[in-house]
DNA sequence: TTCCCGATTTACT
DNA sequence: GTAAATCGGGAAA
């Protein structure tokens, strides 16, 4: 434990390869003591400038989005429908303001902690599966935009190894405002083992 | 400053 | 399957 990627895994301007890449990593957090994480089953690749369903489209720049022009290799958090925190992995060089946004983990360390946060009683599919719900097992806020993704309190490292054959691509979730972009192939998961996911 | 709406989740009907 | 919860960002005025 504690083996963080390079940065320049995350440093590369094919922002689908990453996205895919990252499936099967493990995702850590490091908080007030408490140790959290599991391995990436879903992530989305959000492509810059051109990818209508970016923050970043048309080259926009606002406080908010700054953090994606930054080089690749730290974290864009976000606060979404009024009580959401979504996490994405910024890739690409310095200006190319590519992202990759973490959907499901298989829940790995620190349980217990996960479930206190989530206020769940046992453990389901349900813990780390969906970008807000794994934010919030976590224990990942707007405190944790802009970190850097090789070093405590946020990392990835390696997990375990996936096949080509039980990776699944489809188009992304809920950017049905995106237009044309909506219905790119740009979802990567991990599909569901026959007995179980945990 | 106002207004619209979102890279979602969960509880219900 | 549908809807409510809930608030900051971004564009327009």
């Given at each position: ?57 048309g080259g926009r720049r606002t406080a908010r989005t700054e953090v994606m022009y930054q080089k690749g290799g730290i974290a864009y958090v976000y606060f979404c429908y009024g009580m959401h925190y979504l996490l994405n992995a910024v890739t690409g060089k310095e200006e ?103």
């Amino acid at each position: 434990m504690y083996n963080p990627l390079p940065l320049s895994f995350y440093r590369r301007s094919n922002v689908l390869a990453v996205a895919k890449e990252l499936l099967g990593k493990t995702l850590f957090t490091h908080m007030n003591g408490i140790l959290t994480g599991g391995i990436i089953l879903e992530t989305e690749g959000y492509a810059g400038m051109s990818d209508r369903a970016s923050h970043a489209y048309g080259g926009r720049r606002t406080a908010r989005t700054e953090v994606m022009y930054q080089k690749g290799g730290i974290a864009y958090v976000y606060f979404c429908y009024g009580m959401h925190y979504l996490l994405n992995a910024v890739t690409g060089k310095e200006e190319e303001p590519h992202a990759v946004l973490i959907r499901a983990l298989q829940p790995t360390h620190g349980i217990e902690a996960m479930l206190q946060r989530r206020k769940k009683k046992r453990l389901d599919a349900t813990l780390t599966s969906g970008p807000g719900a794994l934010c919030q097992a976590l224990g990942i806020d707007l405190s944790c935009n802009a970190l850097p993704l090789d070093q405590e309190p946020l990392w990835i490292e390696e997990g375990r190894f996936v096949q080509e054959g039980e990776i699944a691509v489809g188009p992304r979730v809920g950017v049905a405002y995106a237009e044309e972009d909506a219905h790119l192939p740009y979802r990567f998961q991990i599909l569901a083992k026959q007995t179980s996911i945990l």
